[in-house]
């Protein structure tokens, strides 16, 4: 059973940078898409970013210009780089895989990790 478990998380200061991981195991990460997630208490999760195994992308409004996904599958790890943190990102984050090759909107996600909390404080 393929495993994600997101690190890097925590407390932060406003405006500071921060990035997340995605280790994943139990599975070929050249033969997955891999998706970021947010989701703040109340609320409905969120796709915030997407990158696929062609290496193409997918950003949200909210975090266009400031978030940054790249991959290593040597590695089997995907990184999200958040950029200039502000009260509005704190959330848990979580990362997500599909046996796809490109990121698609409206799919469902095959393997989820247990999301990790980063809160930004002033």
């Known amino acids: 059973q393929p495993h994600l478990v997101e690190s890097g998380g925590g407390w932060v200061q406003l405006g500071e940078s921060l990035r997340l991981s995605c280790v994943t195991s139990e599975l070929s990460l050249d033969q997955y898409t891999i998706s970021w997630f947010r989701q703040v208490p109340g609320r409905e999760r969120e796709k915030i970013s997407c990158?696929?195994?062609?290496?193409?992308?997918f950003y949200a409004d909210s975090v266009k210009g400031r978030f940054t996904i790249s991959r290593d599958n040597a590695e089997s790890t995907v990184y999200l780089q958040i950029a200039d943190l502000s009260r509005e990102d704190t959330a848990a984050y979580y990362c997500?895989?599909?046996?796809?090759?490109?990121?698609?909107?409206?799919?469902?996600?095959?393997?989820w990790g247990n999301g990790i909390l980063v809160a930004v404080s002033s």
């Open positions: 997500a895989a599909q046996r796809l090759s490109t990121c698609i909107q409206g799919t469902v996600m095959h393997y």
């Open positions: 990158i696929g195994v062609d290496g193409s992308t």
